[in-house]
C-alpha cells in the first residue's frame, strides 16, 4: 500500500506548489516510485513538469487531463497519467519515477458545470479508479487547492495523511485552524461512501514551515502554531503524531528559476543557493519518509 498524502492549507500563496514538486523530486531521486496528482486548476505543478509546450497540448480542448475522467469520462486515471514526466528536450528522462496526473484550467468545471451522479460524487470515481494503480508506487501526493470543494475532495477522500505548508505568519495560523474544521465537516458528509477497508478518514499530520526569508525569526509563529496543534490533538482533531517538523524550506530564488527551467530544484545547477534548498529539500524528504514509523 502507497502512503496517499494531501498538501494543503486553507491560506493560499504558501508555496504549496513549489513544496509538494520537489519533495516528490527528492523522494523519486531517492529511489522511491511517486506519483503526484495536480486536483488544483491554476495547474501550476503540470504546467511546471510538463513545460509549457506539452501542457498546452492538454489545455486545449482538456482531453488526458484530470477533468476528463468526469466529463466526458471516457478516460480513467491510468489513461491520462504520464510516466516519467521530467524529461530533456531531448526526451531523455530526466527522473524516473516521478509520475504525474495532469491538470488543466477546465478544472474549475468540476466545481459548478459537472452534474454527475449523486451517488457516485468525484471523490469516489477517483478513489475507485485509482485501485487499479495505486500499487504501482510507493507514495501518492496530491497538491490541492485552498478550500475543501470537490476537486480538493477528490485528494482528501482517499488519502491517509495529510501536511499543511505554511508561512510564519498569522494568516497561516488562521489557514490551518479553517482548514481542520472543514475536513471535519466534510469526513461527516462523506462518511456514508467509505467502506472497513478505507480506513479512518484522513487527518492532519504534520505542518511545514515553507518559503522562509532571510533573517526571519519564526519562533513566535511557530509556537503560536504549536499552541493550536497542542489545542487539536487534545481535542482529537488532528492526528495523535501530529507535529511541526523540524525540517524548514528556505525562500531561495532558484525555486523560481527551476520553475521557468521546468525542473524541479535538484536538477538544476549547482551554487550555493541551489544546495542550501536542495539539502531543505532532502531533509523534509526523509522525514516525511521516516514519520511514517509513527503511523
Known amino acids: 500500500m502507497p502512503r496517499k498524502i494531501c498538501f494543503i492549507n486553507y491560506k493560499g500563496g504558501v508555496g504549496k506548489t513549489s513544496l509538494i514538486v520537489n519533495t ?47 466529463d466526458p469520462a471516457k478516460d480513467s486515471i491510468k489513461d491520462i497519467l504520464v510516466k516519467d514526466v521530467v524529461v530533456s528536450k531531448t526526451g531523455e528522462k530526466l527522473l524516473p519515477g516521478l509520475d504525474i496526473v495532469p491538470t488543466t484550467f477546465n478544472l474549475v468545471d468540476l466545481e459548478s458545470e459537472y452534474q454527475g451522479d449523486p451517488k457516485r460524487p468525484a471523490y469516489l470515481i477517483v478513489h475507485e479508479q485509482l485501485q487499479e494503480i495505486e500499487n504501482n508506487y510507493d507514495y501518492i501526493l496530491f497538491d490541492c487547492p485552498p478550500n475543501i470543494l470537490r476537486a480538493s475532495q477528490c485528494g482528501v477522500f482517499t488519502s491517509n495523511e495529510i501536511y499543511v505548508p505554511s508561512n510564519p505568519d498569522a494568516l497561516s495560523l488562521i489557514g490551518f485552524t479553517l482548514l481542520v474544521e472543514k475536513l471535519l465537516l466534510f469526513h461527516k458528509r462523506s462518511a456514508s461512501f467509505r467502506t472497513s477497508g478505507m480506513g479512518k478518514p484522513a487527518a492532519v499530520k504534520g505542518i511545514i514551515f515553507n518559503s522562509i526569508k532571510a533573517n526571519v525569526d519564526i519562533e513566535v509563529p511557530k509556537m503560536r502554531m504549536q499552541l493550536r496543534l497542542n ?36 536538477l538544476v545547477g549547482q551554487g550555493s543557493d541551489e544546495d542550501s534548498v536542495v539539502d531543505d529539500y532532502n531533509r523534509l524528504a526523509t522525514e516525511l519518509d521516516r514519520h511514517a514509523d509513527l503511523i
Open 24 to 70: 516528490a523530486a527528492c523522494l523519486a531521486k531517492s529511489g522511491k516510485r511517486v506519483l503526484l496528482f495536480d486536483f488544483d486548476t491554476q495547474s501550476n505543478a503540470s504546467i511546471w513538469l510538463m513545460r509549457l509546450d506539452r501542457w498546452n497540448k492538454l489545455n486545449i480542448n482538456g482531453d488526458g487531463s484530470v477533468y476528463s475522467i468526469f
Open 231 to 266: 489545542q487539536f490533538r487534545n481535542q482529537k482533531r488532528v492526528s495523535p503524531q501530529a507535529k511541526i517538523f523540524e525540517s524548514q524550506i528556505r525562500d531561495a530564488t532558484v525555486v523560481r528559476r527551476a520553475v521557468t527551467l521546468g525542473l524541479p530544484v535538484n
